[in-house]
């Protein structure tokens, strides 16, 4: 049974950075794609990045405009999220999330979700 568990999330000031780090197990992931996604109180879920396991694929949310950047440490079965400049805007639960195929912004077609990392960025 796949597992996903975020961590690295917490309270930093507007222009500072965070890495969540989402630690996957319980299947080989070779052919698996994980997401990030957020929500923020009273809105819906929305797509931050996505990444095939090998890597060589990358898809972002275009809020970003080049501040994330997905990563995948193979070795530690871990996929990364590096978040610069951080924008009070960019407040809420971030999630990993996981499927077999390639990379998508659609939520539905990730069957496997954590539990999520709370992400606070104070102006």
């Known amino acids: 049974q796949v597992q996903l568990v975020e961590s690295g999330g917490g309270l930093v000031q507007a222009g500072g950075s965070l890495r969540l780090s989402c630690a996957a197990s319980?299947?080989?992931?070779?052919?698996?794609?994980v997401g990030w996604f957020r929500q923020a109180p009273g809105k819906e879920r929305e797509f931050v990045a996505a990444?095939?396991?090998?890597?060589?694929?990358?898809y972002y949310a275009e809020f970003q405009k080049g501040r994330f950047t997905i990563s995948t440490d193979n070795a530690k079965n871990t996929v990364y999220l590096q978040m610069n400049n951080l924008e009070p805007e960019d407040t809420a639960v971030y999630y990993c999330?996981?499927?077999?195929?390639?990379?998508?912004?659609?939520?539905?077609?990730?069957?496997?979700w954590g539990q999520g990392t709370q992400v606070t960025v104070s102006s």
């Open positions: 999330a996981a499927r077999v195929g390639g990379t998508t912004d659609i939520a539905n077609s990730y069957p496997y």
């Open positions: 990444i095939r396991w090998s890597g060589r694929d990358t």
């Open positions: 319980g299947r080989t992931f070779s052919s698996y794609s």
